[in-house]
């Protein structure tokens, strides 16, 4: 039985029409979305492509990056460590650096400590072009990096933040300046 656009009387019935209407809209909505999601995937697949292809060059710029990061927080906390040392001690013999394993797979070192500071040498395992092959540092955070020809290469090589505030370099002093109380007396300073 067909379903009759009419009512009794012979004039269209709206609710009908409306209800047909809506349902064709959905009949073609749902078409176009599923022709849609088809397109999505191949999409989806070539991004994933794309990300994978990215992954593998970012990991490789990760590893050099994370590289740095390792010598250069090594380094960091060894200076950190020898000046704090050296300011106990009264001078800087006796006092020890221990680098991790990894960062003694990529540099060797070379500490000398003298009475009224220290040189850090590093000097890189192998011979590559892509890691400072020489970095030198001493206690007033002189830092000079050098490539395997011997050129210095400290701008390109040494993080532009690197020791620019070392902790536990110098000595702390403070200084108390003594402010006028409320009652017009002044402090008096122990």
Same mark, same amino acid.
């Given at each position: 039985m067909a379903i009759s656009l009419y009512n009794e009387d012979g004039s269209i019935c709206k609710l009908r029409v409306g209800c047909l209407v809506v349902a064709a809209v959905c009949f073609f #909505?749902? @078409?176009l979305m599923q022709m849609s999601a088809a397109d999505d995937i191949q999409d989806t697949k070539v991004e994933a492509n794309l990300a994978t292809q990215k992954q593998v060059t970012t990991q490789n710029f990760s590893k050099a990056k994370d590289l740095n990061q390792i010598i250069f927080t090594e380094l960091s906390d060894a200076v950190a460590y020898l000046n704090t040392c050296g300011s106990i001690n009264a001078g800087f013999v006796g006092c020890e650096v221990n680098f991790s394993d990894k960062f003694k797979q990529i540099y060797s070192q070379d500490i000398e400590a003298y009475d009224d500071g220290? #040189?850090? @040498?590093i000097t890189a395992q192998q011979k590559r072009d892509n890691i400072c092959y020489k970095i030198?540092?001493?206690?007033?955070a002189n830092?000079?990096?050098?490539?395997t020809k011997g050129e210095e290469i400290?701008?390109?090589?040494?993080p532009h933040n690197f020791l620019k505030n070392p902790t536990g370099q110098g000595k702390s002093v403070s200084t108390?300046?003594?402010n006028n109380a409320r009652l017009g007396r002044t402090l008096v300073d122990n």
């Open positions: #909505t749902s @078409s220290y #040189t850090i @040498s030198i540092i001493d206690s007033s830092v000079i990096a050098y490539n400290t701008k390109q090589c040494v108390t300046v003594a």
